[in-house]
C-alpha cells in the first residue's frame, strides 16, 4: 500500500496519459474546491472540455488559479496530464515563488488500460498513439522530477497501486 503525506499547503500535479484515472483519484481523495483541471478550465474558456485550439486559454486559467490558490496558502491538486517537463515547470515556477511544496504523483495503470478505458469514452476517441506518445514522455521525465523540484515523488504504477493509496495531510 502507498502511503501518501502531504502538507497542508502544497502544490500537487497528478501526472499520466489520458485513461490513466487522473480525475477519479483526485475526485476520491481531494475536495472538488483543492482540484484544478485542464479539462474544466477548457471547459470555462470554450464551452468544451475536449477543445485542443483552447489549450493555450485552458492554462492561462489553470495558472491563474494556481496563482491565487498558492497567495492565499492553499493545497492546490492540479489534474492535468503534465507529462512533459516544460508543461510542469510552469507550474512549479508559481508553486516555488509561493514558497509551497511541490508533489507530483505519477498515476500509471500500463497502457492496455488507459486504452481500453479511453475506448468507452465518446469525447476520447484519439488514436492510440496519443496514449503512447504521453505514456513514453511520462517515462522519460521519471528520473528529472526531483532536479525539476519535486520534494514528494509517488509513483503508483499498476490499478492495484492506485487503487490502494491512502493520503493523508500533515498537520
Ligand atoms: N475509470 C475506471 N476505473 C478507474 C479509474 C477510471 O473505470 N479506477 C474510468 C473512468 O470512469 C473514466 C475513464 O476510466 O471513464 C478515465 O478515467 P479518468 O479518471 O477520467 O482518467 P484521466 O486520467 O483523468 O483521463 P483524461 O486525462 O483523458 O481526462
Partial sequence: MS????????LVLLIGASGSGKTTFAGKHFKPTEIVSSDWARGRVADDENSLEATPDAFELVQTLIEIRMRRRMLTVVDAT????????KLTAIA???D??????VIDP???ICLDRNKLRPDRQFGPHVVRNQRSALRKGLGGLKRE???????????AAID????????
Fill in 82 to 89: 503534465n507529462v512533459r517537463a516544460e508543461d510542469r515547470a
Fill in 96 to 98: 516555488k515563488r509561493w
Fill in 164 to 171: 490502494d493509496a491512502v493520503i493523508t495531510r500533515q498537520k
Fill in 149 to 159: 523540484g519535486f520534494r514528494e515523488i509517488h509513483q503508483l504504477m499498476s490499478r
Fill in 3 to 10: 502511503s501518501i503525506l502531504l502538507p497542508e499547503f502544497c
Fill in 110 to 112: 500500463g497502457e492496455d
Fill in 100 to 105: 509551497a511544496l511541490c508533489a507530483a504523483i
